[in-house]
């Protein structure tokens, strides 16, 4: 009987040691498996090196991109000053060749004889003359002061100097003229020498 018992128990605790040692096994495969899987981390950093450099290149492609667009408007704002430049010189060329018609317009009414003076093909001339002033001012040409002003060698040039106030312009041989800020021909002028009771 007692060996019969002694048996039983034994059969009994062989029972729970084995059902504990499942249970045990089973805890551990579990959190095997919600755990990170071999060699995990090591991926996990490979993929966060991967994603610093692709955002590198990222930046840096973005960076050659503005660097593009600023030289794209750079070479735009060139193209357009060039264009304008080249209008202003070209502007600048026929206005050149249209200013000894002036001149002769000039000269001729000067010196018209007063006897014609009236007549009706001198009036059609003069016409012609207001024309083609009304032509250079719609270009921007304008006319450079000179008579009576301080000799400045940037818009006048001197031919000779004669009794007047010294360094102011006493008289003007050629008058000058400018496109905009630009001289197209400088003013030829007699400058005076200092000396005093000077006429013109």
């Known amino acids: ?13 062989a029972g729970q040691a084995g059902a504990q040692a499942g249970a045990q096994a089973g805890n551990g495969a579990a959190a095997e498996a919600a755990g990170d899987p071999p060699g995990a981390g090591d991926e996990g950093g490979d993929l966060r090196a991967v994603l610093d450099e692709e955002r590198g290149k990222a930046q840096a492609y973005f960076q050659n991109w503005q660097r593009a ?18 209008a202003r010189l070209a502007n600048a060329a026929l206005v050149i060749n249209l200013l000894p018609l002036m001149d002769d317009f000039e000269r001729a009414f000067t010196n018209i004889d007063a006897h014609v003076a009236g007549l009706t093909w001198v009036d059609g001339i003069r016409l012609i ?10 270009a921007g040409v304008t006319e450079i002061p ?17 009794p007047g ?11 000058g003229y400018k496109l905009g800020d630009r001289v197209l021909r400088p003013a030829m002028v007699v400058v005076g020498d200092g000396s005093a009771g000077g006429e013109k």
């Not at 600023?70 to 060139?78: E, L, M, V």
Request: glycine share 4%.
């Open 165 to 175: 106030e010294e360094g102011k312009v006493i008289a003007v041989v050629q008058k």
């Open 1 to 13: 009987m007692t060996t019969e018992r002694d048996d039983l128990t034994a059969e009994r605790d």
């Open 69 to 86: 667009a600023a030289d794209f408007q750079n070479y735009k704002r060139r193209v357009e000053e060039e264009r304008q430049e080249t």
């Open 129 to 138: 003359q207001r024309k083609l002033q009304a032509v250079l001012d719609m």
């Open 146 to 162: 000179a008579d009576g002003q301080r000799f400045d060698p940037a818009v006048h040039e001197a031919v000779s100097q004669g």
